[in-house]
T-cell receptor, first 116, second 110 residues
Framework: GAVVSQHPSRVICKSGTSVKIECRSL??????MFWYRQFPKQSLMLMAT?????????EQGVEKDKFLINHASLTLSTLTVTSAHPEDSSFYICSARDRTSPYEQYFGPGTRLTVT | GQNIDQPTEMTATEGAIVQINCTYQTSGFNGLFWYQQHAGEAPTFLSY????GLEEKGRFSSFLSRSKGYSYLLLKELQMKDSASYLC???????????FGTGTRLQVTL
């Protein structure tokens, strides 16, 4: 149980285009999902907290107009990187919290984004 | 705010025991997590401590002292596959967010 999927696993896009990453909880309902970014040899940095049916809460320094987050249902959150630039190339990981277990987060397999 | 410190790198021999330390300063505390992460993969859950003391789970154990803001992850009978990054993360504040330390890259050698 407690499986989180991400799609796509890898994506290459051209500078200036937008990319959408999906995060799904497959066998549980997630009222809260989290989006992280990880640069090579660095730890995970929280970008935003996504709550179902409400606006996402962004961490300091993260541009909400550039990283659009939508959490339309209890099993799906999406992150759209708009007008991507090479410096946005990174490993994006989502996690989901089961509504019945307030503290544990289940991580997705991650999405490797490369902007050329 | 949150401040979490771990050693950057450690090396240990196959079959040995290694202890990875983590110190933290946080506003609000709802528990401390340890995750294992292999290169290019997402973190996998190892342990969760919310009360002081030692939690043992097979070859892995985790210890917490809330008064000292200190935790460690103990890995016994090291195997080559244990070569990975080990992330200490603290849950605190509103929304129970996880704040990760920089991670410790462990290299297990023959």
């Amino acid at each position: 149980g407690a499986v989180v999927s991400q799609h796509p696993s890898r994506v290459i896009c051209k500078s200036g285009t937008s990319v959408k990453i999906e995060c799904r909880s497959l066998d549980f309902q997630a009222t809260t999902m989290f989006w992280y970014r990880q640069f090579p040899k660095q730890s995970l940095m929280l970008m935003a907290t996504s709550n179902e049916g409400s606006k996402a809460t962004y961490e300091q320094g993260v541009e909400k107009d550039k990283f659009l987050i939508n959490h339309a249902s209890l099993t799906l959150s999406t992150l759209t990187v708009t007008s991507a630039h090479p410096e946005d190339s990174s490993f994006y990981i989502c996690s989901a919290r089961d509504r019945t277990s307030p503290y544990e987060q289940y991580f997705g397999p991650g999405t490797r984004l490369t902007v050329t | 705010g949150q401040n979490i410190d771990q050693p950057t790198e450690m090396t240990a021999t196959e079959g040995a025991i290694v202890q990875i330390n983590c110190t933290y300063q946080t506003s609000g505390f709802n528990g401390l997590f340890w995750y294992q992460q292999h290169a290019g993969e997402a973190p996998t859950f190892l342990s969760y401590n919310v009360l002081d003391g030692l939690e043992e789970k097979g070859r892995f154990s985790s210890f917490l002292s809330r008064s000292k803001g200190y935790s460690y992850l103990l890995l016994k009978e090291l195997q080559m596959k244990d070569s990975a990054s080990y992330l200490c993360a603290v849950m605190g504040g509103t929304a129970s967010k996880l704040t990760f330390g920089t991670g410790t890259r462990l290299q297990v050698t023959l």
